[in-house]
């Protein structure tokens, strides 16, 4: 527990930003080593200890101020990215060519560290920015070179430098050309994954929803009513359902055809949602049958909302199929108090429509 409770103190709650505050946690280490081997340097005589002093307190001191934005939450509030990472590789680049320009004789092995910041940041950084700091690099550790060279020949001799420029040249190709093909890997992977979402997205619709109306599907519809049952045995509230079908379907297909009956599901199915409440729920039950879940709602409210659904739908023109066509429903209603079984309420209201149909069509019966 108390493991725990250092961790979430030290890198903050789980989530993607932890990840980041851990990233930034492991450079602030890789720092210190590197400041530790650095003080070897200056014990061996290699490094003047004043320049060294102020080349640790830059990288440390920066590190750890990196580490502070991350961990605040400051860097998201602020940042399109949150990582703060083309920040961080320029700060680590600047801290190299520092290292370069007092290291003196072991300078040559700093430029492995360049490689491992530049590397550091390939893998999250767009293809673009991680050449425009290669680039940088380049230039940075060019104008150390040439600067060295004019006020310390003997440390730095010039051949030896552009042997050194040469080695830096072919490194920060390498890692422009992996950045490239990292930028396009990442792009890859991120149309692929939209791809999944989409096509699980669209799976999803097609287990939960009528492909044509966009209501819910007989299959899901079981599933609302099972849950909606559960919700009921705690609230003990009524839970109206209403079977409704469309009067003289069958003439509108054999007249004008199936595409013209997919136009008045379809318009019926955008009509009577329109006047529905957030929690009801209206799915297409098979065919030209549509049944409407009305929960906390009593007998009365329900007739009331399939009469505002009738409204609705009489103010419906389907031009488009014939320009008088008018579209009329049947209705069954049945109330399912807590604790009932639902299939002997849907069985109730279904017996209710056939007879709405019987006594003339265009209106609801109640089971």
């Not at 493991?3 to 990233?23: A, E, F, K, N």
């Not at 049947?330 to 149909?357: Q, W």
Request: hydrophobic letters at 50%; proline letters at 4%; a positive charge.
């Amino acid at each position: 527990m108390m493991q725990l409770r250092l961790s979430t103190l030290v890198l903050g709650p789980p989530g993607r930003q932890r990840l980041r505050v851990l990233m930034t946690v492991l450079t602030l280490v890789v720092y210190g080593l590197f400041a530790l081997l650095q003080h070897v340097q200056v014990l061996l005589g290699f490094i003047d200890a004043r320049e060294s002093a102020w080349l640790t307190a830059y990288y440390l001191l920066g590190s750890l101020v990196f580490y502070l934005l991350l961990r605040s939450g400051w860097s998201k509030r602020v940042a399109s990215d949150p990582a703060l990472m083309p920040l961080q590789i320029l700060h680590g680049v600047l801290a190299v060519v520092g290292s370069y320009a007092i290291t003196g004789p072991a300078r040559g092995a700093v430029l492995a560290i360049l490689v491992l910041v530049l590397t550091y940041g390939m893998f999250g950084l767009p293809a673009r920015q991680a050449r425009l700091l290669a680039l940088f690099s380049f230039l940075a550790l060019a104008a150390t070179m040439a600067w060295k060279c004019q006020t310390d020949p003997l440390r730095y001799p010039p051949w030896v430098e552009a042997v050194h420029l040469a080695f830096a040249v072919i490194v920060l190709l390498g890692v422009s050309a992996l950045s490239v093909r990292m930028g396009a890997l990442r792009d890859h992977l991120r149309i692929q994954k939209q791809e999944l979402e989409a096509s699980l997205e669209r799976i999803r619709l097609l287990a939960t929803q009528d492909e044509l109306t966009g209501l819910a599907n007989r299959r899901h519809m079981l599933a609302l009513l099972k849950a909606e049952q559960a919700r009921q045995q705690r609230t003990e509230q009524p839970l109206s359902l209403v079977l409704l079908d469309l009067d003289h379907f069958k003439r509108v297909n054999d007249t004008y055809g199936h595409l013209a009956g997919d136009v008045v599901l379809k318009g019926f199915a955008d009509a009577a949602s329109s006047t529905l409440r957030g929690s009801d729920v209206l799915s297409r039950w098979g065919g030209e049958e549509f049944l409407l879940m009305l929960p906390d709602t009593g007998a009365d409210e329900a007739e009331r909302c399939v009469e505002r659904m009738r409204q609705g739908l009489a103010q419906v023109a389907f031009k488009a199929v014939a320009p008088d066509l008018k579209i009329t429903f049947s209705a069954g209603l049945s109330v399912c108090r807590a604790g009932a079984p639902l299939d002997a309420a849907i069985e109730r209201a279904d017996m209710a429509m056939y007879r709405a149909k019987a006594q003339g069509r265009n209106c609801t019966v109640r089971g």
